[in-house]
């Protein structure tokens, strides 16, 4: 029943098949001039541009993307809007303890401040401030959520009674609820509603116009160039214009199904009354949502990185693993056997060291970046659009001032070892989730390190 549940399911993106997709912009044409030139029409992009317009009404900005806004990583995530700038509480405490509460309310102001965005301009992108559940499926899990929620008062730790009376799954032994620290969103439509309000606020945007060469203050394309005083780079899991960067990060395939809207006597026998974000407690975690016409989107488990760094199409479908997320979806959700899927895609995105996003400036500050996000890039990518401007203008601001944004993550090594390393952290971060959570000597060594690699 589990492959015949996949037997219709289309390989197209949900969220990117919607029939209020904007008509493309025109590509550039020939030579033009700018204040600020933006590459990439993700959301890194999209706010760049869009506060920049908010914070120098004068500055004339041009936004350059390859394809068309939205249509990579923006517009084919789950969705989950959070609130967190380090990839979740623990990364953050682990890497800046004396900064994790600047950085929890600097990460909660920018939430309030993408939703007020989304009011302001009018995007219909389906807003909700949810709050996300962390499902506890294994018996450490109870410990390690435990130990969180101890550490933030403003989270509940749910015993299995109360987590299976949100969302009725026989694989939870209890769950964390974070009540207002995500919000789900619909993100194509997030992505089309910025770029909308970039053009009202008078960004000019050229999509189908993938830049080909960078200079410190000009941009080639195939059919066209622009000249601007400043460059912003927000390009993420795509090979950086700035050829060291490419160090620094690792594209990284996370494939995803969406089902058939469930009926209400299906949707009955799971609860999710409160609609939460989810996710379980796993180092090879699973993510899941329910949609506006309540479909469940179903991602993650299983990262997939290509020997030297490849992007390809081809990689955003592979039949083993949509299978086995298929499977996984029936052991969480028995009661719904017979259901079927829709969709199945995936998508690349950029993984650091670290797990979160770095920052910084090239060409005697004239050039700027923000990428490494790590899957939690929604919400995030507003904060880095503020520093990347903070850094290209000179502002000193209590976002340059911290330690997260003045330092950089160590670089991955070169390949074959890029590769046998990420298949080893994978490998053993299986192990540890098949073993009580205990982490192997390779885990150990990388946590001395400062060192990882996640989704």
């Not at 303890?97 to 993408?114: S, T, W, Y």
């Not at 964390?176 to 910025?194: H, S």
């Not at 990689?315 to 299978?323: A, N, W």
């Amino acid at each position: 029943m589990k492959l015949a549940a996949l037997a219709d399911a289309e390989p197209r993106v949900f969220w990117l098949e919607d029939k209020t997709a904007p008509v493309p912009s025109p590509a550039l044409l020939g030579p033009t001039v700018a204040d600020l030139a933006v590459v990439g029409g993700g959301y890194t992009g999209l706010w760049t541009a869009l506060r920049a317009k908010e914070r120098y009404p004068n500055l004339d900005v041009v936004l350059l993307e390859s394809d068309t806004c939205g249509s990579a990583a923006s517009g084919r995530n789950g969705g989950f809007c959070d609130a967190s700038l380090t990839h979740g509480y623990g990364n953050g405490l682990a890497r800046w303890p004396d900064e994790v509460d600047q950085l929890e309310q600097l990460g909660a102001d920018n939430l309030d401040a993408i939703g007020h965005t989304i009011n302001r301009f009018g995007i219909d992108c389906d807003w909700q401030r949810t709050g996300e559940l962390t499902v506890a499926t294994a018996p450490h899990h109870l410990h390690e959520l435990g130990e969180e929620a101890a550490q933030r008062p403003a989270v509940a730790l749910l015993d299995q009674e109360a987590a299976r009376a949100e969302l009725n799954s026989p694989t939870y032994l209890g769950a964390l609820f974070d009540p207002d620290r995500t919000a789900l969103v619909e993100p194509a439509r997030l992505a089309w509603g910025l770029r909308r309000a970039c053009l009202e606020v008078g960004v000019r945007i050229h999509e189908h116009s993938r830049v080909t060469r960078l200079h410190a203050k000009s941009l080639l394309t195939e059919t066209g160039s622009v000249r601007a005083d400043r460059i912003a780079l927000g390009t993420n899991a795509f090979p950086s214009l700035l050829r060291r960067l490419r160090r620094y990060t690792v594209p990284v395939y996370d494939l995803v199904l969406v089902t058939e809207p469930l009926s209400t006597v299906q949707l009955r026998s799971i609860g999710w009354r409160h609609r939460q974000g989810v996710g379980d407690a796993s180092n090879l975690f699973h993510y899941y949502r329910l949609t506006r016409d309540d479909r469940i989107l179903w991602g993650g488990y299983m990262p997939l990185y290509h020997f030297g760094s490849r992007i390809d199409p081809a990689f955003e479908q592979r039949q083993s693993i949509h299978t086995l997320l298929a499977r996984h979806f029936f052991t969480t959700f028995p009661q719904l056997e017979g259901l079927h899927f829709t969709h199945r895609w995936g998508g690349v995105i950029d993984t650091s060291t670290r797990f979160c996003a770095f920052f910084g400036t090239a060409h005697s500050g004239h050039i700027g970046y923000a990428l490494g996000y790590t899957g939690l890039g929604v919400g995030a990518t507003r904060f880095g659009a503020d520093v990347m401007l903070d850094l290209l203008y000179g502002e000193d601001t209590e976002r340059t001032r911290l330690r997260m944004v003045r330092e950089r993550p160590p670089p991955f090594p070169p390949e074959p070892l890029r590769t046998a390393g990420i298949h080893l952290t994978r490998w053993s971060m299986a192990q540890a989730d098949a073993h009580a959570g205990h982490r192997n000597l390779w885990l150990r060594t990388l946590d001395r390190m400062g060192l990882g690699f996640t989704f």
